[in-house]
Nanobody
Framework: VQLQASGGGLAQPGGSLRLSCAAS????????LGWYRQAPGKQRELVAT???????TYADSVKGRFAISRDYNKDTVSLQMNNLRRWDTAVYYC????????WGQGTQVTVSS
């Protein structure tokens, strides 16, 4: 499985960004897809996941602001981030979870005025 993330960049507090990740591999459609993030000096943490059934989970810190979705035809997972806060600043990593975890290369999200 290979992943290629895109999106991210700089946003002002209260602004929006969208991340996308394209996954390749024969089992992606049955995998759990997700996003994690890692801020400087902190451990990598869960942002959101979406199962093959479409069931989603979110970190409490992003509930109501972020939305994860997946395209079963294109094997992509996206993260719409609204009402961004400074503490959302981090490197965001996409994930494909099968028997093991596969990670994308990370994309920087910076929230600053």
């Amino acid at each position: 499985v290979q992943l290629q993330a895109s999106g991210g960049g700089l946003a002002q507090p209260g602004g929006s960004l969208r991340l996308s990740c394209a996954a390749s591999g024969s089992s992606v459609r049955i995998a759990v897809l997700g996003w994690y993030r890692q801020a400087p000096g902190k451990q990598r943490e869960l942002v959101a996941t979406i199962a093959a059934t479409g069931r989603t989970t979110y970190a409490d810190s992003v509930k109501g602001r972020f939305a994860i979705s997946r395209d079963y035809n294109k094997d992509t997972v996206s993260l719409q981030m609204n009402n961004l806060r400074r503490w959302d600043t981090a490197v965001y990593y996409c994930l494909v979870r099968l028997a093991r975890d596969y990670w994308g290369q990370g994309t920087q999200v910076t929230v600053s005025s």
